[in-house]
Each structure stands twice: as structure tokens, then as C-alpha cells.
């Protein structure tokens, strides 16, 4: 066995967590053949759907026929502005705070059918465009610390409806998986005097095997400490804390990566690609002058539409663990195409 494939464990810096590696264990006999699914037969409109243009939500409210983006509050949010009156604990072993907050929720277009890599280029930038907006909104109420958006595709995630959309959960402190990120880009910043996340990118394009597409703007590569199968980090070339902060330019860049990411991802295995993704960006707070501004997508298939990663036994008692490295996720990736399976059938 070259040392290569020898079991390792690699550090994030961005959350000071480490991953267990065992490529050895691909050399095991590959014996599933890659199934295929039926094919998803979703109606452009849906008169059931609650998110479709006109149809009715909870409520009863009705929603607009809207041409574009839609964005309105969840009708059963995770998180309540009045919860800041939560009456609370703080001894040393018992402790809890309210959470104030608002969730929202952001349907892509009006078409039921059309998930993002389906979307032209042009209606990606839309969404960009209501995340960019919504972030905006939601930072000047004073009692918002944190705006999360992320998107949960596919029943294998968790998704309560098929119709693309996204969430937007915005919290009055700060989730442990931004603390964490901002607590080690503050650390890094300090200690080595420059930005974390942008002295990875610039030795990610020298060593290019984790790199999955770019363009002027952005780069998609799968990131060293890798703990899912397939999963991917979006990077931008400048500092950006935001999303506020990208021109119009950058978003139109992000969402021609975005088109080209998530293609190359269904066109892996022939199936609407399930993940969890989202962004994380600065925190108002006054020490989030080193955040920058990235994407996570977290892909839980491992080697067909229907053979998953679960994270169970020694991962969920010690740390994580995969067998596939990141290097040849990344090969597989490249190696996927940019063309939809489905638009090369037409
Ligand atoms: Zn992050």
C-alpha cells in the first residue's frame, strides 16, 4: 500500500475539527452497480402545493401570483421575535437564554419543477438577488445578530416540500458552527496577519487537484477536510463579508457557478442531487471584521441515488470518517458535466 493511502486525519482550520481519512478502504471489491431512479415526474404547477403562484397557504393567506422570486415568513417558524422574553436560566449546569428571531422562507420561481441547476443563469442571480436583499432587511433590526440561508433538497434531507425553495433563519446570537468559524478566523488573522479562508483559496489554485469548476469571480473545490462524500466549499476571490458586499457582477459570477455546480452534482448520478447547503456570512458583531463570506454544500449520496452516508457508531461517539478522499471526490466531480442529463435528453 503506497503511504498515500495510509489512514490519516486532516484539521479544519475554519472550526478546529479534524476528520478521519481512510482511503484503504476503497481498495475493497466495488460491488453495487449504480441504480437508477424513476424518473421525477413533477407537474410545472401544482394545484396542492402550498408554495406554488396563487395557491393557499396556512392561515388561510393566498399566496401572490408571483412571476419571480417569492419571499414571506414561515407560518411555522423555528424562531419568534417575542421569544426574547424567555424567562431563562444561568447557573453553571442549567443554563438557557430566549432566542428571538425570524424564519422566511425563499421560493426560487413559480415553477414547481424547476430545481436550482434547472434555473438560467439569469433567474439564479434573481435568488442571489432575495438573499441579498433579505440579508439586508433582516441586519437593520438591531436584535438580528445572524442571517442564515440555506436550501434542504430532497426527501432524503428532510425536505417538507418539493417545490425549490429555500430558508432564512436569522437569530439574535450566534449558531455554534459561526462562532466557530469567526472564533478561527479571528485566530488565524492574528496570528499569521492575513484572511484564512483567502490564503486556502490561492493554495487550493496552486495545487488545483481539489478544484471543481471557477470562474473570474468564484471558485467550487472540495475542501481538504471534507467529511461528506461530495461535499463542496464556494469561495470568493476578494474579501466579502456578506453578500451585501458582491456587486452585481460577483452575484451574476456566484450564480453561474452555482448553475455549473450543482449540473456536474444531479449529473453524478443521474438523479436531482439531495444536500444541505447554505452560506455563512458575517455576524454583526464587532469582531467579525475577518469572516468571509462562503458556501457549504453538504451531499449526503456516497455512490448512487439511493446508497448514503450516515453518521453513525464511531462518528457519532468519536469523529467523522470516509473512506473516498477528497482528491478523488474532486476527480469525480470534474469529470461530471455541465450539461443537465435532462437537457441533453431533450
Ligand atoms: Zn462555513
Known amino acids: 500500500m503506497e503511504t498515500r493511502q495510509y489512514p490519516h486525519r486532516r484539521f479544519n482550520p475554519l472550526t478546529g475539527e479534524w476528520v478521519l481519512v481512510s482511503p484503504h478502504r476503497l481498495l475493497r471489491p466495488w460491488q453495487g452497480k449504480v441504480e437508477r431512479l424513476p424518473e421525477d415526474q413533477r407537474p410545472r404547477y401544482d394545484p396542492d402545493c402550498y408554495l406554488c403562484p396563487g395557491n393557499t397557504r396556512a392561515g388561510p393567506v393566498r399566496n401572490p401570483a408571483y412571476q419571480s422570486t417569492f419571499v414571506f415568513d414561515n407560518d411555522f417558524p423555528a424562531l419568534l421575535p417575542e421569544a426574547a422574553t424567555f424567562p431563562g436560566e444561568s447557573s453553571a449546569l442549567f443554563r438557557s437564554e430566549g432566542e428571538p428571531g ?57 425536505c417538507s416540500n418539493p417545490h425549490p425553495h429555500s430558508q432564512i433563519w436569522a437569530t439574535c446570537h450566534l449558531p455554534n458552527e459561526v462562532q466557530k468559524e469567526l472564533d478561527h478566523q479571528r485566530a488565524y488573522r492574528e496570528r499569521h496577519g492575513s484572511s484564512l479562508l483567502l490564503g486556502y483559496l490561492a493554495q487550493e489554485q496552486q495545487r488545483s487537484e481539489r478544484i471543481v469548476c471557477a470562474n473570474q469571480h468564484f471558485t467550487a473545490l472540495v475542501p481538504y477536510w471534507a467529511v461528506w462524500p461530495f461535499e463542496t466549499l464556494v469561495l470568493p476571490h476578494r474579501a466579502a463579508g456578506r453578500l451585501t458586499d458582491l456587486n452585481d457582477k460577483e452575484i451574476d459570477a456566484l450564480a453561474d457557478l452555482l448553475k455549473r455546480l450543482t449540473t456536474r452534482y444531479d449529473n453524478l448520478f443521474q438523479c436531482s442531487f439531495p444536500y444541505s447547503m447554505g452560506f455563512h456570512q458575517a455576524p454583526r458583531t464587532e469582531d467579525a471584521g475577518d469572516f468571509q463570506l462562503h458556501m457549504h454544500f453538504f ?3 456516497l455512490r448512487s441515488p439511493v446508497v448514503r452516508k450516515f453518521m453513525v457508531g464511531f462518528e457519532m461517539l468519536g469523529m467523522p470518517q470516509r473512506d473516498l478522499t477528497p482528491e478523488q471526490a474532486a476527480d469525480r466531480l470534474r469529470e461530471s458535466s455541465e450539461v443537465h442529463y435532462k437537457e441533453d435528453r431533450r
Open 102 to 158: 425570524r424564519c422566511q422562507v425563499v421560493c426560487f420561481s413559480p415553477r414547481h419543477d424547476l430545481s436550482l441547476p434547472e434555473l438560467s443563469v439569469s433567474q439564479i442571480a434573481a435568488v442571489i438577488g432575495a438573499w441579498t436583499e433579505q440579508t439586508r432587511l433582516l441586519l437593520e433590526d438591531p436584535g438580528i445578530a445572524h442571517v442564515q440561508i440555506f436550501e434542504n433538497k430532497g426527501e432524503l434531507m428532510g
Open 299 to 301: 451531499p449526503p449520496l
